[in-house]
């Protein structure tokens, strides 16, 4: 009888997986989107913000700045967007719990809102001031959702899609990078005219996202294990599963929230709640997955892929690429990440996230050697396209995968602090190389990469050797492997974690609403209803 209603009940998740790609869409198109949309944005109208620094210091005080002096100025508003970006990595975890991570989303919305305020009237002010403070707030909007983005749809995905869904994030990124660049370009709004509007364009995928993401449900897990609501995790589910909640997804978490209360108990003698980075620091049982963590956020950003975005210009010119093709040709790096992402995304749940982060850093290290020689042998078209390959290798893993590792590798309490220690070294490391790698060019000279090339080395054998595959694992699995893989033996009494529950979440089984008047200390019912006829 099962046999031949199989079929049926694998045609049903398609209403699910339509409402799951739409809330992924909407989460996305105002978190990681941003991100890559300011951080190229910032290129185009370089030498107009440098004219209008001068030109307002020039009215106010009668003298004109020397080229330094603009230099540092401009390198403040640059710098401004990563310091923002630390506080929002700050703010992420204590907004995900306080307000949930949807509504943590559209309150970030209104740190881009005030921004292209201020953007728009630092004209009619004539305040350079007002830009820097502009960028700083919308660092801060992407400081939130690279944290938050990713923990949503880690924790809204079923298990067999888990990376595929959080590796859009890194989609994102990648077509935000790319619209940034065309829009940027001097036929549209890279003019002198209009670049505070190219500035500002950032509150319209904001908006969007404002009228669209709050048709869609929280994170299930949010709602079960941070807000103790079983009648709402149930129903949230079942909207991004297809009209039931999977018994067997609904059982883990059940499993999880019980592990944490008891945890908690034993710890402290309280109810469980989120924990805060210091006690992640402090937890022995935590510090591999700490300690991998914050090794592949740091690299994410110190191997030197941003770099290109912020100093393209200068990248290609030294490559001897003729000024005036410079911007359509910065077009092709956006685009490269982009086809790069997507291709990672399609095969994240096939190859596993181990090997995409460490091939990808391993390909970058082989591109920067080919590099630096094509630098000194003044080989202009080659550097370019070992740029485009740089740029192809992170997208294919370490873009992705590593927003995906803090979701996958800690329970509910630990994620938001997680997610802040992260994006904290993340954030961290895009400000310091944003600082130095200009002084990296004038010391260093053909060979400026080294260091990324040291980075990247360094990165793709510390994670080699620490990483275990997480692809279609249970936490419990993936904490197994970690106390494994770093010869832990660890002794948990009173929190044995139970048998990994099934390969994959089969969506037709329903969780039945009968369930929700159970005792929730109680052990998951093997017996709880399927239904499979519907």
């Not at 956006?334 to 090997?355: F, H, K, P, W, Y």
């Not at 370019?384 to 992705?400: D, E, K, T």
């Amino acid at each position: 009888m099962n046999s031949t209603e199989e079929p049926e009940e694998t045609s049903k998740p398609s209403g699910g997986d339509r409402t799951l790609v739409l809330a992924v869409c909407s989460a996305a198109i105002g978190g990681t989107f941003q991100y890559g949309y300011n951080i190229s944005i910032i290129n185009a109208p370089t030498s107009y913000i440098q004219s209008f620094i001068n030109d307002t210091y020039m009215e106010r005080w009668g003298i004109s700045l020397e080229a330094p002096q603009v230099t540092l100025m401009w390198t403040l508003i640059v710098s401004a967007f990563s310091l923002g970006g630390l506080l929002g990595a700050l703010l992420a975890g204590p907004l995900a719990v306080r307000f949930g991570r949807k509504n943590s989303l559209l309150l970030n919305n209104s740190f881009l809102f005030v921004g292209a305020v201020l953007v728009l009237a630092c004209r009619v002010a004539k305040s350079f001031e007002m830009i820097i403070f502009a960028r700083f707030l919308v660092g801060i909007n992407s400081g939130v959702s690279m944290n938050v983005q990713p923990m949503y749809f880690g924790e809204s995905a079923p298990k067999h899609l888990r990376g595929a869904v959080a590796f859009s994030s890194a989609v994102f990124t990648a077509f935000g990078i790319f619209l940034g660049q065309i829009v940027g370009l001097t036929e549209l709004l890279g003019t002198e005219p209009l670049w505070p509007y190219l500035l500002a364009g950032n509150a319209l995928p904001g908006l969007i996202q404002l009228l669209t993401l709050p048709w869609f449900p929280e994170s299930p897990r949010y709602l079960l294990i941070d807000r103790g609501d079983r009648e709402a995790c149930v129903r949230a589910l079942g909207r991004l599963r297809g009209g039931e909640a999977p018994v067997l997804e609904m059982e883990e978490m059940l499993q999880e929230q019980q592990q944490q209360q008891k945890s908690a108990a034993l710890d402290s003698g309280n109810a469980a709640s989120a924990k805060t980075p210091w006690t992640l620091f402090k937890d022995p049982d935590l510090r591999c997955q700490l300690r991998t963590v914050m090794a592949a956020s740091s690299a994410m950003m110190l191997c030197g892929n941003d770099s290109i975005y912020f100093y393209a210009y200068y990248i290609f010119l030294a490559a001897g690429i003729p000024p005036e093709k410079i911007q359509y040709i910065t077009i092709g790096t956006g685009a490269s990440e982009l086809t790069a992402s997507i291709l990672s995304n399609l095969l994240i749940e096939r190859v596993g996230r181990r090997q995409l982060l460490v091939g990808g850093y391993s390909l970058m290290c082989f591109w920067t050697v080919v590099f630096t020689v094509a630098l000194n042998l003044q080989m202009a078209y080659l550097s370019m396209a070992c740029v485009f390959a740089y740029i192809l290798s992170f997208g294919l893993g370490p873009a992705g995968v590593t927003g995906i590792l803090p979701a996958e590798i800690f329970d509910q309490a630990a994620r938001p602090a997680a997610y802040m220690v992260a994006g904290s070294c993340m954030w961290i490391s895009l400000f310091l190389v944003g600082m130095l790698f200009p002084f990296f060019v004038t010391s260093l000279g053909d060979f400026c990469f080294l260091p990324f090339l040291a980075v990247c080395l360094v990165s793709a054998l510390f994670l080699g050797l620490t990483l275990p595959e997480t692809k279609g694992k249970t936490l419990a699995e993936i904490t197994a492997e970690f106390d494994s893989k770093n010869g832990v033996k660890k002794e948990r009494s009173g929190t044995q974690v139970e048998e990994p529950i099934g390969e994959d979440y089969q969506l037709g089984n329903a969780y039945s609403f009968t369930s929700l008047t159970q005792d929730p200390d109680a052990k998951p019912d093997p017996g709880l209803r399927i239904e499979t006829d519907i």
